[in-house]
């Protein structure tokens, strides 16, 4: 079976023990589920199999439970399950990637069928490989970092916690030696990166999870969170329940004249930026003082244009 064939089987598999935690389904309702899926004659001793890669290739643990009599997947108690959520998102996109590369035989066919955004300016994905090593081998880090407000670059020693994705961008967060505060940094802007020596148990404490809880984008202050109430037209507002702004959005009324949302959230540059992109679909509410920054800021852009709205 090929490579891409084994990940969707894994995840069938994934999906349907977490789906069913409290039934376990027995041997028999696995089978029977991959073979709804396509999967035909799959023995046991094949899934015996398919259990054992997963844990060898992937760390998760299928075994019998005689008391429920199936199957469940074992986590460590003190794992968190958004970890494990979002693993499952990584090897969704692996199954897809790879499903899509032997979809496509060409580049003249892939050029046809699939179109990705294009970014001719990134740099630094050449940084990924050694900063996603650091991190797991709990290394120091050292760098030459192009601020785009300094003319010249700065040198940072770091304790590197978490890589980041952000808008077609990459991001390193980490433990700046030298400020002894978290910082981020944008792959793009780095040179010179070098792996220096273990810093050790220093990371076990950081919780990346409650430093951005009530954050949106990467710019992380250490600032209390805002109620943001914000008021967008019904069109627009079909893109923002499709997909929200921050998890902590909630629908405060939702009807042929607006969609009114709320968010908690540290009012960073990020934000305002995301709010500033969709111009007149949407009126800030409150609090009063992000309100006014937006305001101004719109004024300043109006002003560019000789403070006219109508041209001829």
């Known amino acids: 079976m090929s490579r891409s ?12 023990l977490q789906e069913n935690k409290q039934q376990a389904p027995p041997l028999k309702a696995i089978q029977a589920h ?24 992937f760390g998760i643990n299928i075994r019998h439970e005689p008391s429920k009599h199936g199957y469940v997947i074992c986590t460590a108690t003190d794992e968190d399950i958004s970890d494990f959520q979002q693993f499952l998102k990584l090897l969704e996109l692996a199954e897809r990637v790879e499903t899509i590369a032997q979809t496509l035989q060409s580049a003249a066919s892939a050029s046809r ?20 090593d650091a991190i797991q081998r709990k290394i120091l880090v050292c760098f030459e970092y192009q601020s785009f407000l300094k003319p010249l670059p700065d040198q940072y020693v770091m304790a590197p916690y978490l890589i980041m994705e952000h808008r077609n961008r990459w991001y390193l967060l980490g433990q700046d030696q030298e400020a002894d505060k978290i910082k981020t940094f944008g792959l793009d ?17 950081f919780n990346y999870k409650a430093l951005f809880e009530h954050t949106y984008g ?72 992000l309100r006014k920054e937006i305001a101004e800021e719109l004024q300043r852009s109006l002003k560019k244009y000789g403070g006219k709205t109508e041209f001829g």
């Open 5 to 16: 064939g084994n990940l969707k089987k894994y995840l069938l598999i994934i999906r349907l």
């Open 189 to 205: 802007r780095m040179q010179q990166v070098q792996l220096l020596h273990p810093f050790g148990e220093e990371a076990e404490d």
């Open 113 to 132: 069928s699939i179109v990705f955004e294009h970014n001719d300016f990134f740099r630094g994905s050449e940084h990924l490989k050694p900063l996603a």
């Open 218 to 289: 990467i710019t992380c202050l250490a600032e209390a969170p805002s109620r943001v109430v914000l008021s967008f037209t019904p069109q627009q507002g079909k893109y923002i329940k499709s997909l929200p702004l921050h998890h902590s959005q909630q629908i405060l009324r939702d009807n042929a004249h607006e969609l009114r949302i709320s968010l908690y959230v540290v009012l960073n540059y990020d934000l305002k930026m995301q709010l500033l992109s969709y111009g007149s679909k949407v009126e800030v509410l409150e609090p009063l003082q």
């Open 34 to 57: 991959l073979e709804s899926h396509g999967f035909n004659n799959i023995s046991s001793r094949t899934l015996s199999r398919d259990f054992h890669s997963l844990y060898n290739e």
